[in-house]
């Protein structure tokens, strides 16, 4: 499976944005996705993750609250509300999918990963 991911920008703290990860190749819905970003100078850290139905959920206690995640298996597209931005939240936002159905924060066992997307949130 082929991800894309768009939607990043640069925000004041306090706004939100929206991100997106559209998926090519094989059946979306065989797959749970997951959200991870990675700040400069930092390992790349799990953010939030999805099952295949979308039926389950998890998120990093860092956003719990703020984020949403979502798919629409329809449009083989995953997505990330960010809400209440804050400065520590600027880092590069990635997408991955994992062959597992149900949804896991172990970054390793993620099998494909997309290219990134740039999210910098001023104070």
């Known amino acids: 499976v082929q991800l894309q991911a768009s939607g990043g920008g640069l925000v004041q703290a306090g706004n939100s944005l929206r991100l997106s990860c559209a998926a090519s190749g094989r059946t979306f819905s065989s797959y749970a996705m997951g959200w991870f970003r990675q700040a400069p100078g930092k390992e790349r850290e799990f953010v939030a993750a999805i099952s295949w139905s979308g039926g389950s959920t998890y998120y990093a206690d860092s956003v719990k609250g703020r984020f949403t995640i979502s798919r629409d298996n329809a449009k083989n597209t995953v997505y990330l509300q960010m809400n209440s931005l804050k400065p520590e939240d600027t880092a590069v936002y990635y997408c991955?999918?994992?062959?597992?159905?149900?949804?896991?924060?172990?970054?390793?066992?993620?099998?494909?990963w997309g290219q990134g997307t740039q999210v910098t949130v001023s104070s």
């Open positions: 991955a999918a994992t062959n597992d159905l149900v949804a896991t924060t172990d970054r390793l066992k993620y099998d494909y």
